[in-house]
């Protein structure tokens, strides 16, 4: 654990977190892109791959996937489940990693929700990726203001 406040906690997991990342992901994905066991088993496996869970009351309810690479750090994906959303978690997650220094990352021109919580925690738009998703929609890239 690395620290308690209103009844949330946070933990960093390694490759054993695998399956618990997995099932997070795929209950606030809904629909979306799915990201399987072996896939966060291979992310974890890889150097300056970190995973920040936070619990409330002791039910893990979302988490942050990070990797860094020299001094730049990448948000790969952010999931909170649907029954803890809107209570403030995706905000500190995302504000808990923000110390990390030079952060960015890419979210979907569809996202409004994630792409209204990346402003309000201080990131600005850097650019845009043509056909990024599977699905051939465009990704903003996003920076966070230093
Ligand atoms: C995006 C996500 C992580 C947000 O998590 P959350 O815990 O619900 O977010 P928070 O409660 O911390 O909200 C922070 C801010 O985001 C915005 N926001 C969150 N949910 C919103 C909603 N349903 N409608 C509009 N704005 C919303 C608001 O600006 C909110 O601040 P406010 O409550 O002061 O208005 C969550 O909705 C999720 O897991 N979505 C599916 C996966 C996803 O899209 N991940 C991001 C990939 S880049």
């Known amino acids: 654990m690395t620290g308690s406040k209103n009844g949330q906690t946070f933990q960093r997991f390694g490759v054993e977190g695998a399956p618990l990342l997995a099932a997070l992901h795929a ?17 974890l496996g890889g150097a300056g791959t970190e995973a920040l869970v936070i619990s409330l009351d002791g039910h893990p309810a979302g988490f942050i996937l990070t990797r860094t690479v020299l001094d730049e750090t990448e948000i790969l994906t952010l999931a909170v489940h649907p029954r803890f959303q809107r209570m403030g978690l ?10 990390k220094g030079k952060i960015f990352l890419e979210v979907s ?12 925690s201080g990131f600005v738009q850097a650019g845009v990726r043509r056909g990024y998703y599977q699905d051939g ?3 903003i890239v996003m920076i966070s203001r230093i």
Do not use: T
Not at 27 to 43: C, H, N
Not at 90 to 99: A, D, F, K, Q, T
Not at 111 to 116: E, I, L, M, T, Y
């Open 27 to 43: 209950d606030a994905f809904q629909g979306g892109e799915i990201w399987d066991e072996a896939s966060f088993v291979s992310l």
């Open 90 to 99: 995706g905000r500190r997650l995302v504000e808990s990693i923000l110390p």
């Open 109 to 120: 021109v569809s996202n409004r929700v994630a792409k209204k919580l990346y402003d309000a």
């Open 137 to 139: 929609s465009d990704a």
